[in-house]
């Protein structure tokens, strides 16, 4: 297309070429030109090499670790384009760092899921797209359209698929009962409950089951898996309490510090999971991690956004109730 304000450019951040590549073949465009580095003192170097005047711009990178490079990168990405005439600029952030600091639940702590809202904003970003925030009222601390899609419909084909007998959805804590409700609504199935308590950072400790989970396969749905020190002992807890066998899935595996060790020696069947992360090469060895593609998802959303289309009809609207 000649006309430049017709044009829809999609650049990706170091943290998510591959998956930005996938999306750009979803949507049949090349990947945007750039060049990103650092300095020898680690300052991060960003280069456009693309004409964006008027373009419809898309930059695609998750906030995962390390998050605070990521982070920056599209910072100053964001800021190039904007710099270079770009008429509206989209930050796609598959997985939305930082997210779990939305609120003062003790004094003298920061709400730093607000403070990367205003960075994008004062950066340049003129919308944001994301995939299953940690919670739903982040989308409150921003002043610029945020476009929440679910990659609940992309892990319940797979797991119908799978065919497993007395399947019975798991929340791992009180917090992500909705989520887990939706999940057991679409699946035709029943739910339990998880009562933990959390002793420490990355450290939770599990208490009671909520629900008859006896003789089920267990399928325990979350958002994100960490170090996998709750999914563990949620694993442990349901087997001791008298499950066939445990699954798991959620939507950013960010398997951090020893989350690989703990889950190849663990009871646990399969993680069913997506790309919104990158796996480290040594998680890609691990064969019970099933990694599954949300290029589609997003190349459609990005269509529908650059069409001025309804992003709402890519999901139920029944899944909104989580958020509510």
Same mark, same amino acid.
């Given at each position: 297309?000649?006309?430049?304000?017709?044009?829809?450019? /999609?650049?990706?951040? $170091?943290?998510?070429?591959?998956?930005?590549?996938?999306?750009? %073949?979803?949507?049949?465009?090349?990947?945007?030109?750039? *060049?990103?580095?650092?300095?020898?003192?680690?300052?991060?170097?960003?280069?456009?090499?693309?004409? /964006?005047?008027?373009? #419809? *711009?898309?930059?695609? %990178?998750?906030?995962?670790?390390?998050?605070?490079?990521?982070?920056?990168?599209?910072?100053?990405?964001?800021?190039?384009?904007?710099?270079?005439?770009?008429?509206?600029?989209?930050?796609?952030?598959?997985?939305?760092?930082? =997210?779990?600091?939305? $609120?003062?639940?003790?004094?003298?702590?920061?709400?730093?899921?607000?403070?990367?809202?205003?960075?994008?904003?004062?950066?340049?970003?003129?919308? /944001?797209?994301?995939?299953?925030?940690?919670?739903?009222?982040? %989308?409150?601390?921003?002043?610029?359209?945020? #476009?929440?899609?679910?990659?609940?419909?992309?892990?319940?084909?797979?797991?119908?698929?799978?065919?497993?007998?007395?399947?019975?959805?798991?929340?791992? #804590?009180?917090?992500?009962?909705?989520?887990?409700?939706?999940?057991?609504?679409?699946?035709?199935?029943?739910?339990?409950? +998880?009562? &933990?308590?959390?002793?420490?950072?990355?450290?939770?400790? =599990?208490?009671?089951?909520?629900?008859?989970?006896?003789?089920?396969? =267990?399928?325990?749905?979350?958002?994100?898996?960490?170090?996998?020190?709750?999914?563990?002992?949620?694993?442990?807890?349901?087997?001791?309490?008298? /499950?066939?066998?445990?699954?798991?899935?959620?939507?950013?595996?960010?398997?951090?510090?020893?989350?690989?060790?703990?889950?190849?020696?663990?009871?646990?069947?399969?993680?069913?999971?997506?790309?919104?992360?990158?796996?480290?090469?040594?998680?890609? %060895?691990?064969? &019970?991690?099933?990694?599954?593609?949300?290029?589609?998802?997003?190349?459609?959303?990005? +269509? $529908?956004?650059?069409?001025?289309?309804?992003?709402?009809?890519?999901?139920?609207?029944?899944?909104? #109730?989580?958020?509510?």
């Amino acid at each position: 297309m000649s006309d430049n304000n017709n044009r829809v450019l /999609v650049f990706a951040g $170091r943290a998510s070429y591959e998956l930005a590549s996938d999306i750009c %073949q979803y949507m049949n465009i090349d990947i945007g030109r750039s *060049v990103l580095k650092n300095f020898s003192d680690g300052e991060n170097y960003v280069r456009i090499e693309e004409n /964006v005047r008027g373009g #419809d *711009v898309f930059v695609i %990178q998750s906030t995962c670790s390390p998050g605070n490079d990521n982070l920056m990168e599209m910072l100053i990405m964001i800021d190039a384009l904007k710099r270079s005439s770009a008429k509206r600029i989209t930050a796609v952030i598959p997985y939305y760092g930082y =997210a779990r600091q939305d $609120r003062k639940c003790e004094p003298r702590v920061p709400i730093t899921s607000k403070l990367v809202a205003d960075l994008l904003h004062t950066s340049g970003a003129n919308r /944001v797209l994301t995939v299953d925030l940690h919670a739903g009222q982040i %989308q409150g601390f921003f002043n610029i359209p945020v #476009d929440h899609l679910f990659a609940m419909n992309v892990l319940i084909g797979y797991i119908k698929n799978l065919g497993l007998p007395n399947l019975m959805v798991i929340s791992p #804590d009180a917090g992500g009962v909705e989520r887990a409700r939706a999940f057991a609504k679409r699946l035709g199935t029943t739910l339990a409950i +998880i009562d &933990k308590r959390r002793e420490a950072i990355n450290e939770a400790k =599990a208490m009671n089951i909520i629900g008859d989970v006896k003789g089920k396969t =267990a399928v325990i749905v979350d958002d994100m898996i960490d170090t996998a020190g709750t999914l563990m002992e949620s694993t442990n807890a349901l087997i001791e309490a008298g /499950v066939r066998e445990v699954h798991a899935c959620c939507t950013h595996p960010v398997l951090s510090g020893p989350a690989g060790e703990r889950i190849k020696n663990s009871p646990l069947k399969s993680i069913i999971t997506t790309n919104t992360i990158p796996l480290r090469d040594e998680l890609k %060895q691990i064969e &019970k991690i099933k990694v599954l593609s949300v290029a589609p998802l997003l190349g459609e959303a990005i +269509i $529908r956004i650059h069409s001025e289309t309804s992003v709402s009809s890519l999901f139920d609207l029944e899944h909104g #109730d989580e958020n509510d």
